[in-house]
Every structure is written in structure tokens, then in C-alpha cells.
């Protein structure tokens, strides 16, 4: 192994052209860690965040971007014995993934599903540790439930049309074209709503409300959200693309005794995360083994070209997941 790695540096915030190749030296593992060499990264919101400034690292964390990857176990640290130096795995990172080399704690690695390749593994990680906690951990989704996801084509919300539809419930997706609907439908939406040209309140309420909304827009959606939901729903917040401050009335949340929660995953502790490694390997691997949940993928850049994967994160004209190859 050589001394250094490429690497994409955020020279500082700003615009897409920031971010820009380096060299630096690779890390080293310490207690419970594993170093991966790196086969494919992929590209999420929070990374696109962190390069305009938006959304700082954890203080003990890597300031390069890219929080989930798909390679090989290329070292490990003191004390790590469920992994073993050539593994292949996919793991949530706390930072790092824009490089050859990346830094996790062990329990945050999960296998390649059977029959998977190391490119759509990469998509896993971020999205289904997101999707996992927050629909049915948080959230408590059950089967029969009406799903409302709003931004039903990107990653999170096509991992979590499929991972509802598979557990029995009723799925509802909004999206901004009617392609885009589509491809929710595709995955097993009953039910989508071009927010451009239909309104998702009326909508969910005609049909008895929603009993839990997985939203990721905030904004003037957090009212509309507590409209539509049916007396004891639950929305649960993730992020917030239009704002996180908003005017609300809580005497709705009061009398029908509604419950508004959400979560991040990145400021979460490693035993937080290693907790829903262990739901996903026992409740959701099998499903991606058998081919009955798989991730969706958009498109594929090179490392070099990370400018361009993060301008097509922001065009938001992606369906599913953007990765960045860099083997």
C-alpha cells in the first residue's frame, strides 16, 4: 500500500467547482475501525450541504465528503474481529468516502447483499440506515398503514417506497414530473402525486389521511403535512430543502393527538449506528439478497468528475442514487 490516496478536497464553501482532487495521506485504524479501499462512493444531499457550508462535520470525523462506500477490507484496527483484511463490504462512513481510502467503525460495515455488485452496494448504506430508523424504527410504520413519502423519486424515497411496500403498507408518493411518478409507481407506490399540478392534502384526506409522512422539504409542507394526517398519524422530518422554521398551529396536534418527530443520522453515536446495522442485516439484507428490494440507480461519474455528480444532486433531476466510481 502506497503513503497517499486521491482524494476530493472542499477547498472552501461554495458552488460545485470547490471541490477539488488532492492528495493526502491515507488514514490509519484505530480501536474498532477498519480502513476500506474504496470502489464506488456515493453521492448524497448532506454532502452537497457540507460543500456550501451548510453542514459541518462531527468533530472527530473526516472533513472530506461521502458518507457511504461499497470495497475491500484494506487494514484493521486493535480489537476488530468480525472483519478480516480483503472482505468485501459496504459501510457508513462518517466522512471520507470522496477518496481511495476511508476510515469506519467496524459495526457500521455490512456485507454485499447475495448477487449484488460493489456499485449498487455503495447506494446502500446512507439510505437504508436513513430509511430503516426513521419509517419503521421512529416512525413505526406497520403493515395496512398509509405511507405518505414526499419526494418519492430520490434515494431516500425510492429505498423507501420499496422497503414499505414490502412490509404491507399503503404507499403514497409525491414527485415533480410525471416521469418521476412513474418510476414510483414502478416501485411499488399505489398511489403518486405530481406536487406540480395536484394537491397531496386533498388527496391523502380523501382517503382517510396519512398515518405516517416521511418528509424531507419542511418548509410551508410542515402545515400541509399535519393536515393531511389522519388522527394519531406521525410525521417524521429527516431534512429540510425549503427551511426548517415555519408557523404552525398545535392545537391540530393536540386534538388529534398527532406526533411530529425526525431525526439525523450522522451526529448519532457508533452504538446508535451499529444498532441499525443489526436491524437492517437481520430485517432488510434478506430482501436485497432475494431481488425483492433493490437500490435504484441514476447515474455513475468518475472521482475526478465529482463537480458534476454533485450538479446533478442539485439539478434534481436524478431518480434514485448517483455513485461515483473510484477503483
Known sequence: MTETMRAVEITKPGAADVLQMADL???????GEVLIKIAYAGVNRPDVLQRAGLYN????????????????????????????????????LPGGGYAEYALTPAAHCL????????????CLPETFFTVYSNVFQRGALKAGERFLVQGGSSGIGTTAIQLANAFGARVFATAGSDEKCQACLNLGAERTIN?????????LRAEG????ILDMVGGDYLPRNVKCLSDEGRLVQIAFLQGPKVE??????????????????????DLAKAKIA????????????????????DSEFA?????????????????????MKVA
Not at 25 to 31: E, L, Q, W
Not at 195 to 203: L, Q, W
Not at 259 to 269: C, F, K, N, V, Y
Open 209 to 212: 389521511g396519512a398515518n405516517l
Open 57 to 92: 462535520p462531527p468533530a472527530n470525523a473526516s472533513d472530506l465528503p461521502g458518507l457511504e462506500a461499497s470495497g475491500t477490507i484494506a487494514a484493521v484496527g486493535p480489537g476488530v474481529t468480525i472483519w478480516s483484511i480483503g472482505d468485501e463490504v459496504c459501510a457508513l
Open 25 to 31: 495521506p491515507i488514514p490509519v485504524p484505530g480501536a
Open 248 to 269: 404552525l398551529n398545535f392545537a391540530q396536534v393536540m386534538m388529534r393527538r398527532l406526533t411530529i418527530t425526525g431525526s439525523t443520522l450522522r451526529p448519532q453515536s
Open 278 to 297: 443489526e436491524a437492517l442485516l437481520r430485517d432488510v439484507w434478506p430482501l436485497l439478497s432475494s431481488g425483492q428490494v433493490a437500490p435504484v440507480m
Open 195 to 203: 406536487y406540480r399540478t395536484e394537491d397531496f392534502v386533498e388527496i
Open 111 to 122: 456485507p454485499i447483499p447475495e448477487g449484488m455488485d460493489l456499485k449498487e452496494a455503495a
Open 303 to 323: 472521482l475526478s468528475e465529482a463537480s458534476a455528480a454533485h450538479q446533478r444532486m442539485e439539478s434534481s433531476g436524478h431518480i434514485g442514487k448517483i455513485v
